[in-house]
């Protein structure tokens, strides 16, 4: 699907950062969303959010961006405990250079 490949990357792009936009602005993200959406599945504006999505295999962008939060922050959460061990390891001398 072209929405995927090319505007939903663009709609989440800095998703880390959404936490702190307001409410306002994540709204417009989502409209965005919603219209794209629409032009996809041809479903006219009277149809609900939810069944729009649904038909365009869509989650609604704030949940999209709750579940890629949670897994930056587990990425980030695994590269700090490595570099924990790497330190470990070098300052106990056990790292070797070859």
Do not use: H, W
Not at 43 to 55: M, Q, T, W
């Amino acid at each position: 699907m072209t929405y995927t490949a090319l505007i939903r990357p663009v709609l989440e792009y800095g998703y880390q950062d959404y936490q702190l936009v307001s409410q306002t602005n994540l709204n417009k993200l989502e409209r965005v969303q919603l219209s794209a959406a629409r032009i996809i599945t041809g479903l006219r504006s009277c149809c609900p959010k939810a069944i729009v999505l649904y038909e365009a295999d869509l989650q609604p962008l704030s949940m999209r961006i709750r579940t890629n939060s949670a897994k930056y922050i587990a990425k980030l959460q695994s590269i700090g405990s490595l570099l924990t061990e790497l330190r470990n390891l070098f300052y106990s001398g056990q790292a070797t250079r070859d």
